[in-house]
Nanobody, 131 residues
Framework: QVQLVESGGGSVQAGGSLRLSCAVS????????MGWFRQAPGKEREGVAV????????FYGDSMKGRFTISQDNAKNPLYLQMNTLKPEDTAMYYC????????????????????????WGQGTQVTVSS
């Protein structure tokens, strides 16, 4: 059974940084796809970043490029999201997501990340950025 548990959220002032973690268990493959999404109150879930653990390839949502970094040292380690230069509009619940091989990888052709690309989800961790 796939389990994803996020941590590291909190409150920070604009311009600050946070690092989110996602503990991963139950995926019976050494290579898979992991993503971060976020959802603010009253808004749709938004794709933040994805990493294809076998190749290390990463894909980012347009508004996160240059400020956020997704990483995972290897398949047995947590997934991370380093968030720098945070803005009040980054305030949201942040979710970790996973997919088994073959991952859809449709983000490359579409140019965006969608929550429907991932069947497994964590419960989320709240990030609040104050101005």
């Amino acid at each position: 059974q796939v389990q994803l548990v996020e941590s590291g959220g909190g409150s920070v002032q604009a311009g600050g940084s946070l690092r989110l973690s996602c503990a991963v268990s139950g995926i019976p493959y050494s290579s898979y796809c992991m993503g971060w999404f976020r959802q603010a109150p009253g808004k749709e879930r938004e794709g933040v970043a994805v990493i294809e653990t076998g190749t290390g390839n990463t894909f980012y949502g347009d508004s996160m490029k240059g400020r956020f970094t997704i990483s995972q040292d290897n398949a047995k380690n947590p997934l991370y999201l380093q968030m720098n230069t945070l803005k009040p509009e980054d305030t949201a619940m942040y979710y970790c997501a996973a997919d088994y091989p073959p991952c859809t990888r449709a983000w490359w052709a579409r140019g965006d990340l969608r929550s429907t690309d991932f069947p497994y989800w964590g419960q989320g961790t709240q990030v609040t950025v104050s101005s």
